[in-house]
């Protein structure tokens, strides 16, 4: 700090975890804090939606305002008229949403369902586990086989790369399995690039080598599982060379990796959301955490299934329990639905105010063409709370200013580890932005809601969450958190999750999805640089060329006359995208990959790849959308 002002950041060396490493999306997070283009005041829209035309105004009369547009539609449509939209810009457990959860609740509106990220494959896991836990990530180090399954960790993951690289040093094998040859990928011992989606069959052909070699023990099977036999009998046909035309691995690699897996203990599978954003996505995490159930992989310290450790936290503070006590939303829908939830005339009553924080919708969520639609609807009274004008808030009635990271108290948990760390503000919020929970304590007093659950200051919040009894909290308190910055969750190193659990295994259903265009196209956080849809508004975080590129493989780009660095033109019923083009074989023939997070100015048609996407939900509206199973025509332009 240097009078007031930010002037280096860097990571703490003695964190087990980073080591003092940061990863390339926020070294230069200083300059996303003092950026020229910080939304710095409330802000009014005076030109047509989306023209990104604003005046400054006061919090006074923002709030006035959204107070006002609130009390009537309340009053003439009910509170389900109006639609709260957040999801992961920030991760820490406080400013995510607790208060706005107690206002949005207090109010009775509708709600939105938060489940793009990781719901979809908590629950494939949980249906082998029970839970959705699996193993601490850091324990991967113990492995002496190591499954990186449908996961980009050196570049989504950084941290635990290095964890992945310890095992390697001490003898493990590193096993990709991706249809992309990503980063990861190209770093690992063995790669088995399989047909998009075919994971099942994989797994199926896995199973089959295992059972046909004598390398499951039937005594582990019948005192741990339930089913086995059914799950047996399904891959009965899943042989090598069945397996190796449905998935296009070869017959010999399926067997090797079977027998690594059954024989070089512990043996472990990491996996995060990339196979979830499928129609299938839930079998493929239930197949996948069936591998180490199986061969009991679970009896090993390190040996197992290590996903997400969000659940940990959430666990950890009892965030149901908060979820429980609130009433319940007048109406949920899939955040993915976003679209049609704006512009379906059947959505009775209509959305009429729709209030974003800690979200991008306008370039996250898939169906995007129809996302605009709805937010240049003339009748939708939209507020956006955020520290850029992205393209979602580019359509907003109101922008409301929001703190950064290093401006605001949080408590940031962490996916790839079990620390904890208190985030403590080290600058003055910047102009007049404000934390979110902030924001939701202004506009409790101006809707009347002056119950104290909707005024507990950032530090209550953090008290209280830190007060929850479990057993993971054992020794972690406030004070602490002050004096060393973090704290692991009470949980031992090498702890074997499941030791005692009966898993629940049956029939794998290896269905896959059926073409309905040439060409499957993917989309990937591709970039080390970015965070989502964060970074994509600043040069110096951009790749060379600075615009996305449509990945083609040499085959399909020969039979299309497609040029390396030649535009082209990606479309489906839903969307249309001018691109360039890069002639890759990362990619395999009849799949195409266009990178995920790039805002809409990146294009001529000014949207950007989830134009193209399917919104496509399981039939239950719960869990994640169907990202890749999008097909689409390309043509030379
Ligand atoms: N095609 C395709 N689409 C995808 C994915 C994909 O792989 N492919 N991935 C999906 C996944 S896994 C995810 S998690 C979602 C991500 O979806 P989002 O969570 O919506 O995206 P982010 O870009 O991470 O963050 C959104 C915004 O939050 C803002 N923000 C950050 N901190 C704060 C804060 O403290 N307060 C407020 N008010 N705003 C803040 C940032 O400025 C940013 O613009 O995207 C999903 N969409
Ligand atoms: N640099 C960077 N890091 C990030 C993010 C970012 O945007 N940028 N976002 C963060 C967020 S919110 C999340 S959720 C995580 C996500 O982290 P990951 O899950 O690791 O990332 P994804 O790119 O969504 O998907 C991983 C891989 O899944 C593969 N995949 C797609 N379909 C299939 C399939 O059918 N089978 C198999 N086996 N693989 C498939 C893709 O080719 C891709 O390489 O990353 C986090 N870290
Ligand atoms: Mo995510």
Not at 140 to 158: D, M, S
Not at 225 to 250: K, Y
Not at 462 to 474: F, Q, T, V
Not at 488 to 493: G, K, L, Q, S, V
Request: hydrophobic residues 40%; negative net charge.
């Amino acid at each position: 700090m240097e009078d007031g002002r930010a002037v280096a950041l860097r990571g703490l060396a003695d964190h087990p975890t980073t080591k003092g490493q940061l990863c390339p999306k926020v070294n230069r997070f200083l300059d996303r804090v003092h950026h020229p283009d910080r939304i710095l005041t409330p802000l009014r829209r005076t030109g047509p939606k989306g023209s990104g035309e604003f005046t400054p105004v006061t919090w006074d009369d923002a709030v006035a305002e959204i107070g006002e547009r609130f009390r009537s539609i309340i009053a003439q449509s009910g509170p389900a008229a109006i639609l709260p939209y957040s999801f992961d810009g920030t991760q820490g457990v406080i400013q995510k949403g607790i208060l706005a959860r107690r206002f949005f609740a207090a109010l009775g509106t509708s709600d939105v369902r938060r489940h793009l990220c990781g719901v979809t494959a908590w629950l494939g896991a949980a249906d082998v586990l029970g839970t959705p836990r699996g193993i601490d990530p850091e324990d991967l180090h113990l492995a002496r086989t190591v499954i990186l399954w449908g996961t980009n960790t050196f570049v989504t993951n950084r941290h635990l790369w290095t964890t992945i690289e310890q095992a390697r040093e001490a003898g493990a094998e590193v096993i990709v399995v991706d249809p992309v040859r990503t980063a990861t990928a190209e770093r690992a011992d063995r790669f088995l690039q399989l047909r998009p989606g075919s994971d099942v069959a994989l797994v199926a052909g896995l199973i089959h080598v295992m059972d046909r070699d004598g390398l499951l023990d039937p005594t582990w099977l019948a005192e741990h599982t339930t089913d086995a036999t059914d799950l047996l009998v399904s891959v009965a046909d899943a042989t090598p060379l069945t397996t190796e035309a449905r998935t296009g691995i070869p017959a010999d690699e399926v067997v090797a990796v079977a027998h690594r897996f059954a024989n070089v203990r512990p043996a472990a599978v990491r996996s995060l959301v990339g196979p979830e954003h499928r129609g299938n996505g839930r079998e493929i995490m239930r197949a996948i955490a069936m591998l180490p159930t199986v061969t009991g992989a679970w009896r090993d310290a390190g040996g197992g299934l290590a996903r997400s450790t969000q659940v940990w936290w959430e666990e950890a503070f009892g965030l149901d329990t908060e979820e429980a006590r609130l009433a319940p939303p007048a109406r949920s829908f899939n955040m993915a639905r976003l679209g049609e939830v704006l512009t379906d005339p059947t959505i009775d009553p209509p959305i009429e105010a729709l209030f974003v924080h800690n979200s991008n919708p306008a370039v996250i969520a898939p169906d995007q063409n129809r996302i605009i639609e709805g937010l240049r609807r003339e009748n939708l009274f939209t507020v956006v709370a955020e520290q850029f004008l992205t393209d979602t808030a580019r359509h907003a009635d109101l922008v409301l200013p929001a703190t950064t990271q290093i401006e605001h108290l949080d408590l940031a948990p962490a996916w790839g580890h079990l620390n904890v760390a208190l985030n403590r503000p080290a600058i003055a919020p910047m102009g007049e932005a404000k934390p979110n929970n902030e924001i939701f304590r202004l506009l409790a007093t101006e809707l009347g809601l002056d119950a104290p659950e909707h005024h507990e200051s950032d530090e209550d919040l953090i008290r209280g969450l830190l007060e929850n009894e479990h057993p993971m909290l054992d020794g972690i308190t406030w004070e602490r958190l002050v004096d060393d910055g973090w704290a692991r969750f009470a949980i031992d190193p090498g702890t074997r999750p499941h030791a005692d659990t009966t898993f629940t295994l049956g029939p794998l259903d290896i269905d896959i999805a059926e073409p309905e265009a040439p060409f499957q196209l993917i989309s990937l956080k591709q970039h080390v640089a970015f965070l989502n849809a964060n970074y994509a508004q600043f040069p110096a975080h951009l790749p060379t060329p600075p615009h996305p590129r449509l990945e083609v493989h040499p085959i399909d780009a020969s039979a299309l006359g497609v040029t390396d660095g030649g535009r082209v033109r990606v479309h489906n019923e839903r969307g249309s995208l001018t691109v360039e083009a890069t002639v890759s074989d990362r990619v395999q023939p009849g799949l195409v990959a266009l990178p995920f997070g790039w805002g809409h100015s990146s294009t001529p048609e000014g949207r950007a790849v989830n134009a193209l996407t399917n919104p496509a939900v399981p039939d239950d509206d719960t869990g994640s959308a169907a990202f890749h199973d999008t097909w689409v025509h390309i043509e030379v332009v």
